[in-house]
Nanobody, 114 residues
Framework: VQLQASGGGLVQPGGSLRLSCVVSENIFNIANLGWYRRAPGKQREFVAIIRNGGMPNFANSVKDRFSISKDYAKNTVYLQMNSLKPDDTAVYYC?????????WGQGTLVTVSS
């Protein structure tokens, strides 16, 4: 499974960005699709996940500001990020879990700064 993330960039506090992650496989067969991030000097942390047939889950730090969705026709998972804060600055990685194996994309940088 290969993952290609895009959509990062520089945005002002309070702004929005939408990240995209194109999956090389049919996402009907992917149990979990999610996003993680690594801020400068910190460990990678969970951001959001969407499971087949389940409700999405979010880290407390992004709940009510971020949403996650899938487009089965495009084999793509999205992370819509609203009301961005400087603390959201990080490299964002998409993640897929299929057959018990985790796959990672290359990451896309999000910088929230005025």
């Amino acid at each position: 499974v290969q993952l290609q993330a895009s959509g990062g960039g520089l945005v002002q506090p309070g702004g929005s960005l939408r990240l995209s992650c194109v999956v090389s496989e049919n996402i009907f067969n992917i149990a979990n699709l999610g996003w993680y991030r690594r801020a400068p000097g910190k460990q990678r942390e969970f951001v959001a996940i969407i499971r087949n047939g389940g409700m999405p889950n979010f880290a407390n730090s992004v709940k009510d500001r971020f949403s996650i969705s899938k487009d089965y026709a495009k084999n793509t998972v999205y992370l819509q990020m609203n009301s961005l804060k400087p603390d959201d600055t990080a490299v964002y990685y998409c993640n897929a879990r299929a057959n018990g194996i985790h796959y990672w994309g290359q990451g896309t940088l999000v910088t929230v700064s005025s």
